[in-house]
């Protein structure tokens, strides 16, 4: 018997990845009765006589697990965002931020394509860096030109599963390919090789990069907050959860509270003006969501 995490997941078999070689699985009987489903990212025992021929025994617990894309035990999720072509947004990127954390999911922020932007440009990067640093957060000003910036993407890979996160037309493939041009990743000919649409597709795959594991696809289909609570919300901002314990009521939200360490934050700007601006813009969208029945 042998530990191995499963990569794939295709047409009832499972491909475990153990010690550098990929073992096709079969999941017990027992699974089906019990309504266990394996997932892409399970630890499990599996035994196998041969590459072709194995039994998944058990599957470990899971750290987490993520139902679009099908997937588990996830460490962290690498946010690709451009200089330019489209714009740097940052209010999409704390959204990002928001999504990930309300995961418990470790974010590391790309900014891609800084080869491609002139010097004013390069400067607002370098600000919108410091904001994000202070925060905590491990932020790279990448482009797939530099190797450095790429060898700096590839020390975060290693030993985690990654998933990608972030809009069309960022660099995100062109930045796998480029620090793995085995992998040549590429999301439409994946599916087109399936035989389905790009957009209907679930299937989801590690591929080993950099000695870690990468989702060949992108993480967070919808950027909805869905059920995400207020209180759930001020959460996702560490720099709000670093400071609250000095906000005069407890369970302070931030925003009508009188003496709230947050908002003294802001006006002394030792935090950013414009999180703090992008928080609001979320906590009304949450109160003006919809109830759901
Ligand atoms: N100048 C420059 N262009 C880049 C860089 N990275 C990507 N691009 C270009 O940006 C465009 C989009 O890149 P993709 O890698 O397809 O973007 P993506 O995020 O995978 O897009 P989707 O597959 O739609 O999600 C392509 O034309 C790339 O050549 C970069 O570092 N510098
Ligand atoms: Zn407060």
Known sequence: MATG???????????????????QCRGRGLFRKKKITPLVGDLVEFQAETMKEGYILSIQDRKNEFVRPPIANVDQALIVTSATNPD????????????????RLEPVIVISKMDHIDKSVAVKMEDYRKIYEEIGYEVILASVYEKNTLDQIKSQLANRTTVIAGQSGVGKSSLLNSIDPRLNIDTDEISKSLGRGKHTTRHVELYEMAGGLVADTPGFSSLEFGDLQLEELSECFPEFVQVQDQCKFRGCLHFKEPK?????????ETISKLR???YMHFVQEIQNRKPRY
């Not at 995490?5 to 073992?23: D, M, N, P, T």
């Not at 709230?260 to 002394?268: E, P, R």
Request: glycine share 6%; proline share 2%; net charge neutral.
């Open 5 to 23: 995490k499963i990569i794939k997941a295709l047409s009832g078999f499972y491909y475990v990845f153990h010690e550098g070689a990929v073992y």
């Open 88 to 103: 740097f947004n940052p209010l999409l990127l704390d959204r990002f931020l928001v999504l990930i954390e309300a995961k």
């Open 260 to 268: 709230c360490a947050v908002k003294q934050g802001v006006d002394n």
């Open 276 to 278: 703090y601006e992008h």
